[in-house]
């Protein structure tokens, strides 16, 4: 399967940006979706995640009420809405896909520099 995912750049603190990230996978409604990111000198950080069906999302304590996953299992694709963005959000952004049993997938990752 493939991840490809979309919608980074440069935004100004306070500013928004929607990631958008599209499988390839037949079997996509299947898997649990999460976004992490990871900082220049840190590790890879767990940021959202949601659940096969949707019906249940979790988020990092620093993201909560800023950020919102969601997805579409028509559209094959997991969206990542950041909301009042601050410069310690500057990473790069990965969609995973995973589902118990089964092989995990990423994507290539997509920049997010939230800088004035």
């Known amino acids: 399967m493939q991840l490809v995912e979309s919608g980074g750049g440069l935004v100004q603190p306070g500013g928004s940006l929607r990631l958008s990230c599209a499988a390839s996978l037949f079997t996509f409604s299947r898997y649990d979706m999460r976004w992490y990111r990871q900082a220049p000198g840190k590790e890879r950080e767990l940021v959202a995640t949601?659940?096969?069906?949707?019906?249940?999302?979790n988020y990092a304590d620093s993201v909560k009420g800023r950020f919102t996953i969601s997805r579409d299992n028509a559209k094959k694709t997991v969206y990542l809405q950041m909301n009042s963005l601050k410069p310690e959000d500057t990473a790069v952004y990965y969609c995973?896909?995973?589902?118990?049993?089964?092989?995990?997938?990423w994507g290539q990752g997509t920049q997010v520099t939230v800088s004035s």
């Open positions: 949601i659940t096969s069906a949707g019906g249940s999302t």
């Open positions: 995973n896909a995973d589902r118990p049993g089964w092989q995990s997938y």
